[in-house]
């Protein structure tokens, strides 16, 4: 996700400080290359040898510092980066940041660089709530710099308030939301993901295996991109991505309505959710007992909800998925056809690394004109990617011919 991109991680001195070695290690699990700059302060929280050994390159704490290169680590950091992040952020340096001051390395980079930079405050609730604090957050928000909103929970000080450091997931997604450049802004994004549930009785339901991975990935790479967008899901074990609207919904009968329900808005609509073809006729009110040797289930069709979109889409673009254990390019073109989609991604259950609860996928999308691009083994974060590119492709086809 961030794979290759240069961050220099400016770490300040509060107890969260601790919580910076963590992050150092998640960037560079992600792929990025991390400097660390530690204020004086940070140096009593955690050690220098701490970001050392993690980010595995020299930390710099000091402006004044001879080294046996003439490099001066302010100019020649802000040159490195890609992107900035200050984690945990003080007071002090909002502070410092606001006011214009450079008095150590961390400040005197930050004045000299241009790139894009987040603060990741963490503090006590009340001198978050410190109208001096909230003033200077805004004004760094009025110059262009990122600032995340702290974390809900129980501080050091042992009280509970506004104050805490971010999760360590939420920096990374707010990292890569700042690197990726916005080509989709004027979108709003229908995704749909997950499985749906169907009930038999209060303890029992029909489902399938989807994870909501491919859906969730989507909907993150959306909102990276500029994109509103709402979710609907159905149950997933995964965390919440961070978008405009979620909609948490059971049953296909429930999905269809949520998909309705926001249709009319949405520019896009792309529907990765697996949802459940039938569900049982009738839903018994108390649990099915026991008591025959066999039992048959009586099921009745779900809506086909992508195909009942088809035929209401007007301008809208329409994606869809095609799951299948055999045929793939085959069926994949008649559900293109029949569901009058603008492209379909199709994945085989029996490709190794594709499916439902894997971190990886292998698409071929299909297009209106049955032209196949199949794409090797990626994350799905990277399959998502290339499912909004081709969707940028629709979108400027669709504009040219409107001309
Ligand atoms: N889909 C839908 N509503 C359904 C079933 C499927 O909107 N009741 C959508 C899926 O979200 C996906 C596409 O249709 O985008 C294809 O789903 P898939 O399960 O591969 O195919 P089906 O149309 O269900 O056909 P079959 O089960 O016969 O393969």
Not at 371 to 398: G, H
């Amino acid at each position: 996700m961030l794979t290759g991109k240069k961050i220099v991680l400016g770490i300040t001195g509060g107890i969260a400080a601790y919580k910076a070695a963590e992050l150092t290690r998640a960037l560079i699990q992600e792929g990025a290359r991390v400097k660390v700059i530690m204020t004086r302060s940070a140096t009593e929280f955690i050690t220098p040898l701490t970001l050392q050994t993690l980010s595995g390159d020299m930390v710099y704490t000091d402006m004044f510092v001879p080294t046996d290169r003439y490099d001066m680590a302010h100019i020649s950091l802000a040159e490195f980066a890609d992107a900035f992040v200050v984690a945990p952020a003080t007071g002090n340096i909002i502070g410092k940041i606001a006011g214009g001051i450079a008095d150590d390395l961390l400040s005197t980079t930050i004045m000299a660089e241009d790139k894009p930079t987040l603060f990741c405050p963490a503090m006590n609730d009340k001198m978050l709530a410190n109208p001096i604090v909230q003033e200077n957050i805004d004004k760094l928000k009025m110059h262009g710099y990122f600032v995340m909103d702290s974390a809900y929970g129980e501080l050091a000080c042992k009280t509970k308030g506004a104050g805490r450091l971010p999760d360590i997931s939420s920096i990374i997604e707010e990292i890569a939301m700042m690197l990726t450049p916005k080509d989709l802004t004027d979108e709003r994004i229908l995704v749909t993901a997950g499985p749906t549930e169907e009930p038999l009785d209060p303890v029992r339901f029909i489902t399938n295996l989807s994870s909501g991975k491919m859906g969730y990935a989507l909907a993150r790479v959306a909102r990276r991109r500029g994109a509103q967008v709402t979710l609907v899901t159905g149950p997933t074990n995964l965390p919440l991505p961070q978008v405009n609207k979620i909609v948490q919904i059971r049953t296909a009968q429930e999905m269809y309505k949520a998909v309705l329900d926001n249709f009319e808005e949405a520019t896009i609509v792309i529907k990765a959710a697996a949802v459940a073809d039938y569900r049982p006729a009738v839903k018994a009110q108390e649990k099915i007992k026991k008591n025959r040797q066999s039992l048959a289930l009586n099921l009745e069709r779900n809506p086909d909800i992508i195909f009942e979109l088809g035929k209401i889409k007007g301008s809208r673009i329409l994606v869809g998925f095609a799951m299948e254990t055999q045929n793939l390019l085959d069926n994949a073109r008649e559900k293109l056809k029949k569901k009058n989609l603008d492209f379909i991604v199709a994945n085989s259950l029996r490709e190794e690394g594709a499916g439902f609860q894997t971190d990886t996928n292998v698409i071929t999308i299909i297009d209106k004109t049955g032209k196949a691009e199949a794409f090797s083994k990626m994350t799905k974060l990277d399959a998502a990617l290339k499912i909004f590119d081709r969707i940028r492709d629709v979108i400027k086809k669709k504009g040219k011919s409107k001309k």
